[in-house]
C-alpha cells in the first residue's frame, strides 16, 4: 500500500489560501483570507500545545502555541471587534502562566506574562471601549504582578514594586491624581529620615 504524501495535503491547503484571497481581493468574500490564516495559525498552535500538554520537558512550547492561539483568534474575529491586541498579548501572557503552572520553579515566567495580559487589557479597553485615560490600570496590573511574585514565588523583594506601582495606579486611576506629587515628596521624607535614624543608631 502507498504511503500518503503530506505533499498533497500542503498543496490543497496552499489552494485553499489562494482562492480564498482572490476572493477577498476581489471583494466577493470580504475578509475570506483571515479564515485561511487564522486556520494556519490555529494548526501551528495545535502543533506547540499538543507538545506542551503531552511532554513536561518541552514546557517551553506553550509560549508559542498560547502565542499562535491568540493570533488566530484576532484574525478570525476579534481584531475587527476591537479585542485583537488583548488576544494576541493576552495569549503570549497565559504561555508564560501555562510555564509557571507546569513548572513553579520557573518563577521568573509571572512577570512577563502579568505584564503581556496588563498590555493586552489596556489595549481592549482603548481600541473596544476608547477609554484613552488606562495609566491606573497599567501601574495596577504591573503592582499586581509583583504582589503575585511575592506570594507564590516567594520573593520578599517583589513587595516594594507591587507596593509602588499600586500606589501610582491608585492616583492615576482616581481623582487624586493631583496628590501624586505630593506623595513622591512623602517618600522622599520618610526615606531621608530612615536613613538619618539608622545612620545615628549604627553609630
Same mark, same amino acid.
Given at each position: 500500500?502507498?504511503? #500518503?504524501?503530506?505533499?498533497?495535503?500542503?498543496?490543497?491547503?496552499?489552494?485553499?489560501?489562494?482562492?480564498?484571497?482572490?476572493?477577498?481581493?476581489?471583494?466577493?468574500?470580504?475578509? %475570506?483570507?483571515?479564515?485561511?490564516?487564522?486556520?494556519?495559525?490555529?494548526?501551528?498552535?495545535?502543533i506547540f500545545l499538543f507538545w506542551f500538554f503531552s511532554d513536561p520537558s518541552k514546557w517551553w512550547a506553550a509560549i508559542p502555541g498560547f502565542t499562535l492561539a491568540g493570533m488566530a483568534g484576532s484574525a478570525l474575529l476579534l481584531d475587527r471587534l476591537g479585542w485583537g491586541g488583548l488576544a494576541f498579548l493576552g495569549g503570549i501572557g497565559v504561555g #508564560?502562566?501555562?510555564?509557571?503552572?507546569? =513548572?513553579?520553579?520557573?518563577?521568573?515566567?509571572?512577570?512577563? &506574562?502579568?505584564?503581556? @495580559?496588563?498590555? &493586552? #487589557?489596556?489595549? *481592549? @479597553?482603548?481600541?473596544?471601549?476608547?477609554?484613552?485615560?488606562?495609566?491606573?490600570? $497599567?501601574?495596577?496590573?504591573?503592582?499586581?504582578? $509583583?504582589?503575585?511574585?511575592? !506570594?507564590?514565588?516567594?520573593?520578599?523583594?517583589?513587595?516594594?514594586? %507591587?507596593?509602588?506601582?499600586?500606589?501610582?495606579?491608585?492616583?492615576?486611576?482616581?481623582?487624586?491624581?493631583?496628590? !501624586? =506629587?505630593? *506623595?513622591?515628596? &512623602?517618600?522622599?521624607?520618610?526615606?531621608?529620615?530612615?536613613?538619618?535614624?539608622?545612620? %545615628?543608631?549604627?553609630?
Amino acid at each position: 500500500m502507498k504511503r #500518503f504524501d503530506y505533499r498533497i495535503l500542503i498543496g490543497a491547503a496552499l489552494i485553499l489560501g489562494g482562492v480564498l484571497m482572490l476572493l477577498d481581493t476581489t471583494g466577493v468574500i470580504k475578509g %475570506a483570507s483571515d479564515f485561511f490564516w487564522a486556520g494556519v495559525l490555529a494548526i501551528g498552535a495545535g502543533i506547540f500545545l499538543f507538545w506542551f500538554f503531552s511532554d513536561p520537558s518541552k514546557w517551553w512550547a506553550a509560549i508559542p502555541g498560547f502565542t499562535l492561539a491568540g493570533m488566530a483568534g484576532s484574525a478570525l474575529l476579534l481584531d475587527r471587534l476591537g479585542w485583537g491586541g488583548l488576544a494576541f498579548l493576552g495569549g503570549i501572557g497565559v504561555g #508564560f502562566w501555562a510555564v509557571y503552572i507546569r =513548572q513553579p520553579a520557573k518563577w521568573w515566567a509571572i512577570i512577563p &506574562g502579568g505584564v503581556l @495580559l496588563t498590555l &493586552g #487589557f489596556t489595549s *481592549a @479597553l482603548t481600541d473596544a471601549f476608547n477609554i484613552i485615560e488606562t495609566g491606573g490600570v $497599567f501601574f495596577v496590573g504591573l503592582g499586581l504582578t $509583583f504582589l503575585l511574585v511575592a !506570594l507564590l514565588a516567594k520573593m520578599k523583594w517583589g513587595y516594594i514594586p %507591587a507596593a509602588v506601582l499600586l500606589m501610582l495606579g491608585f492616583f492615576l486611576g482616581t481623582p487624586f491624581a493631583g496628590l !501624586l =506629587q505630593y *506623595a513622591w515628596i &512623602g517618600i522622599l521624607l520618610i526615606a531621608g529620615v530612615v536613613l538619618v535614624i539608622s545612620a %545615628a543608631r549604627s553609630k
